[in-house]
């Protein structure tokens, strides 16, 4: 008779009777169970302490780092203060006869009696104060981006003007302080609740600490300024950002034809168009890593089959502006 069809009684009670092995079957996977148990608790101790010696290792590598950082902010310091110093003792005894006649970057802006007739000139070909937030403020990603530890430290806004990028770092509550020449824009700025200074860069950045700065940035300000002056407010710029920092320099793009040889002479005070591969190996000759990005298409990307056309039509009206993002490496 199959088990099937033995009587209900029949078969519980075999069942019943097998009990032991069903017991016994349980309790060596219930053994077993519990070796694995024991295994992964072991595992899991392993790990933990694994991970106490890792964790112990990256904090030790962080204080290393920190060290490092230290070291070289110091060794950045010095190689300045070096710098400065031989400066002093090349140039000639003051005259203080003659401080009437001393400028600073030997440029327009040096002469502020026409500090009204500038603050007029970029109302009237700059654009609007909102216009001007508005481009200025593609760049702001790159500020709110930056790590905690940085935004603890201000941004400096190299040539400030009426404070654009100033009010626009204000909203996204980012520290921010401007520097200007140019005494009215300094007022403008002031009188609408902006921190800015009436000070020459290279002086301002001179008087600030080492890596005491998140980043520094200045819009249309390098084609205002001497080459060798230029290399030294850079030179200022890699000292006093912070390691993980950046400087950012937005100026007109000469590879626009229409830039190059029209717009970029309407501002009497433009010295010369700066390349954009020239701008950026300037800044790191100084220890920077820079990136440029083209920005501000003057017309829209001309889609043609004729060769050569797209590529004319590119050099004439292509962008009209392009920035250089310098970043000061973490040290690794």
Do not use: W
């Amino acid at each position: 008779m199959s088990a099937k069809r033995k009587p209900y009684p029949i078969r519980i009670l075999s069942h019943i009777a097998r009990l032991p092995d069903y017991v016994s079957i349980h309790r060596s996977l219930l053994d077993l169970h519990s070796q694995e148990i024991d295994s992964a608790k072991t595992l899991i101790h392993k790990l933990e302490k694994e991970n106490a010696k890792l964790t112990e290792d990256f904090e030790n590598t962080k204080k290393a780092l920190h060290h490092f950082q230290n070291i070289d902010d110091k060794v950045t310091d010095l190689q300045y203060r070096l710098t400065q110093l031989s400066k002093k003792k090349a140039l000639p005894q003051k005259d203080d006869t003659n401080d009437s006649l001393k400028t600073i970057n030997n440029t327009v802006a040096d002469d502020h009696s026409f500090d009204l007739f500038y603050k007029k000139f970029e109302d009237r070909f700059r654009g609007s104060e909102e216009l001007i937030q508005a481009r200025v403020a593609e760049h702001l990603p790159l500020f709110t981006s930056l790590s905690h530890a940085l935004k603890k430290k201000p941004v400096l806004d190299i040539g400030c003007g009426r404070g654009e990028f100033l009010a626009v770092l204000n909203k996204a509550k980012i520290k921010a302080i401007g520097v200007d020449m140019n005494e009215d824009m300094v007022k403008r700025a002031n009188d609408i609740g902006l921190v800015a200074i009436q000070d020459d860069a290279l002086s301002y950045l001179s008087k600030q600490k080492t890596s005491s700065l998140a980043a520094v940035s200045g819009f249309h300000i390098v084609e205002h300024i001497p080459f060798e002056s230029l290399m030294e407010i850079f030179a200022e710029c890699y000292r006093v950002v912070a390691h993980g920092g950046f400087a950012l320099f937005e100026t007109p793009n000469p590879r626009s034809l229409n830039v190059g040889a029209n717009t970029f002479y309407t501002d009497p005070s433009h010295i010369k168009p700066i390349p954009p591969s020239l701008l950026a190996f300037m800044l790191e000759y100084v220890g920077f890593e820079p990136e440029i990005i083209e920005l501000h298409r003057t017309e829209p990307e001309l889609h043609s089959d004729i060769p050569g056309l797209k590529l004319v039509h590119d050099s004439v009206f292509g962008y009209a502006d392009y920035a250089v993002i310098a970043r000061r490496a973490t040290l690794s």
